[in-house]
């Protein structure tokens, strides 16, 4: 009865799938079809220009109905295959005495089969995973190359004698190049964090002259929109550990340039260091930030750590980013023994 009633929820969930993946693209289809026929009449029939628009927007809407249809027969041909194993367990457990050895002997031949189909599916699976990863890895490292010489470039053009229209295009050129290359950074921090390749130092550092560098970098934006920044440290907190502070200032990054950009002018931030607890191996610290920015609802902070996910549709548009800073941010978090929250109303 189980059985039956998961194999029937099965069928109604690939029915949903494939309504949901076929209905968009057929509205498109008719729409598509229909805007195009009427720029066809309404300026020249013959025209071939519009009729041969007409024909691509027909032939593209086919090829992706023809592509949805050959990829839900795929998935009807992996879910047949669980079925009848399922079956297949299913008639053994009822009839597991009246199965006489041959049968059994072909039955299980018939399982052992269909899980080695399966087991190799999941192999080119992670196969297909790790290409993915491997060239989201090469490619950023590829493009970073090419950015840094633009970024060098451009910083010397702006120590040489230009007109004041010729410095705002150098300024333009340089932030777009930072804003790329910051970008093209996160994707290589993802590529490795999905392939399980980022790892942590453990090295002597100072903490609050590496919290400070991190600070200081922002100090300028901050009073460009008359934002107070502070910063508090708890004073029973040593100043001398052992990790790594290239991911503690990426990881604060990440979190002052958001409490930045969402909060507007003559706002606040703060900057909390607190000790938690320390034993003669760990010492456990609490890094808080906090502001007046425009917060989030109990939805959002569900789904705020997810890639690429960010607060609203609109978010990206106006604050720009690309929503997978604190994805990394909170895997850096928990290599380093901790985790990473977010409180809002």
């Known amino acids: 009865m189980c059985h039956t009633y998961k194999r029937e929820e099965l069928m109604k969930k690939n029915l949903l799938d494939i309504s949901i993946r076929i209905v968009p693209l057929i509205f498109v289809l008719i729409l598509s079809s229909y805007w195009s026929y009427r720029e066809w009449e309404r300026y020249d029939v013959s025209d071939p220009g519009l009729f041969v628009s007409l024909l691509v927007i027909v032939m593209l809407s086919l090829l992706a109905l023809g592509y949805v249809w050959f990829d839900r027969r795929k998935e ?15 008639y053994l457990a009822e009839n597991d005495m009246e199965i006489d050895l041959q049968q059994r002997e072909a039955i299980y031949s018939d399982i052992a089969h ?48 230009t007109t004041e229209d010729q410095n705002e295009f150098i300024s333009l050129i340089e932030n777009s190049s930072n804003n790329l290359i910051a970008i093209v950074n996160d994707v290589l921090d993802l590529s490795k964090m999905n392939a399980e390749k980022m ?22 934006m901050a009073d460009q929109k008359d934002i107070e920044f502070g910063v508090l440290v708890d004073p029973i907190v040593s100043p001398y550990v052992i990790g790594d502070p290239t ?15 969402f909060t507007d002018a003559y706002g606040k931030i703060n900057l909390f260091v607190e000790g938690v607890s320390s034993d003669k191996d760990h010492t456990f610290l609490k890094f808080s930030v906090s502001d007046s920015g425009i917060g989030l609802s109990e939805a959002q902070q569900k789904t705020i750590f997810e890639a690429y996910g960010q607060a609203t549709a609109g978010t990206s548009r106006k604050y720009g980013g690309t929503g997978l ?7 850096m978090v928990q290599l380093m023994g901790g985790d990473l929250e977010v409180e809002s109303k």
Request: net charge neutral; hydrophobic share 40%.
């Open 247 to 261: 991911k503690l200032s990426q990881i604060l990054t990440n979190l002052i340039g958001n409490a930045i950009k």
């Open 114 to 161: 269909i899980f080695s189909l399966l087991e190799k599916r999941g192999k080119e699976i992670e196969e297909d995973a790790e290409a993915k990863s491997q060239f989201l890895s090469t490619m950023s490292h590829e493009i970073r190359t090419p950015l840094n010489g633009i970024i060098g470039f451009t910083k010397l053009l702006k120590q040489m004698d």
């Open 199 to 220: 790892e942590i130092e453990y090295i002597p550092f100072h903490l609050f002259e590496t919290t400070d560098l991190t600070v200081a970098s922002f100090a300028q």
């Open 76 to 90: 009807k041909r992996e879910n047949r295959a669980l079925i009848s194993v399922l079956d297949r367990i299913n």
């Open 325 to 331: 800073g604190l994805t990394i941010s909170r895997k």
